[in-house]
């Protein structure tokens, strides 16, 4: 089974901090994704990535950078953060499968943005 | 665009009644992929089931769930609740040949199961 570690896992800073949020898969997996999760919202894509340099824009980016360093590890960076971004975030990764291909997630990094 | 319905934020059932939670979706693509993934608390999400054959059931540890493309759903069923199955269920859609393995997600239900 895929293995998917995040840290911190959990993270408290203020408004204007800068947070990097990381995560790394084991399993050589080519799609790595970061979302939020948030009541009535669910789960929420931010960005993903295919390998190694790549990255691809997901549905509410807004505020997040990512980088996907190698193929094990891809970052999320909240450079200004806002009390907006107080969140519930999972990483998760996928094999290059196409349509079927099953999501393995992290355990989750809770952030609070003072 | 794409997008998955989840009607229910909430529902609450006692033990031993059945499980029905309800994702109907809507895309142009004739061929999607449907999950269900279960997050438990303090666990991460996980893939419950998937399909993306019209007309068949398929089933995993108690819950079953037929993709019915006339009516664009995907509901989630089991014949008896147990407390253990207490838990934040996601419906997701992902496109063949579209958006690749970009999955979206519907806004979850949560399941509370009681004695």
């Known amino acids: 089974e895929a293995a998917v570690t995040q840290s911190p896992r959990n993270k408290v800073t203020v408004t204007g901090g800068n947070v990097t949020l990381s995560c790394r898969q084991t399993?050589?997996?080519?799609?790595m994704y970061w979302y939020r999760q948030d009541t009535g919202h669910g789960l929420r894509l931010i960005h993903y990535s295919y390998g190694a340099g790549n990255l691809q824009i997901g549905d509410v980016p807004d505020g997040y950078k990512a980088t996907r360093t190698t193929q094990e590890d891809f970052f999320l960076l909240l450079e200004l953060a806002s009390p907006s971004q107080t969140s519930l975030y999972f990483c998760?990764?996928?094999?290059?499968?196409?349509?079927?291909?099953?999501?393995?997630f992290g355990p989750g990094t809770r952030l609070t943005v003072l | 665009g794409d997008s998955v319905t989840q009607t229910e934020g909430l529902v609450t059932l006692t033990e031993g009644l059945p499980v029905m939670l309800n994702c109907t979706y809507q895309?142009?693509?004739?061929?999607?992929?449907l999950f269900w993934y279960v997050h438990y608390l303090n666990e991460s999400p996980r893939l419950l089931l998937k399909?993306?054959?019209?007309?068949k059931r398929t089933e995993h540890q108690g819950f079953h769930a037929t993709l019915h493309k006339s009516s664009s759903s995907f509901h989630l069923q089991k014949s008896s609740a147990q407390l253990s199955d207490s838990a934040l269920y996601y419906c997701a859609l992902t496109l063949y040949g579209g958006s690749g393995n970009k999955l979206i997600f519907g806004t979850g239900t949560l399941l509370s199961v009681k004695p």
């Open positions: 399993n050589s997996h080519n799609y």
């Open positions: 399909s993306s054959t019209d007309n």
């Open positions: 998760a990764s996928s094999e290059l499968q196409g349509a079927a291909a099953e999501q393995f």
């Open positions: 895309t142009i693509y004739s061929n999607p992929f």
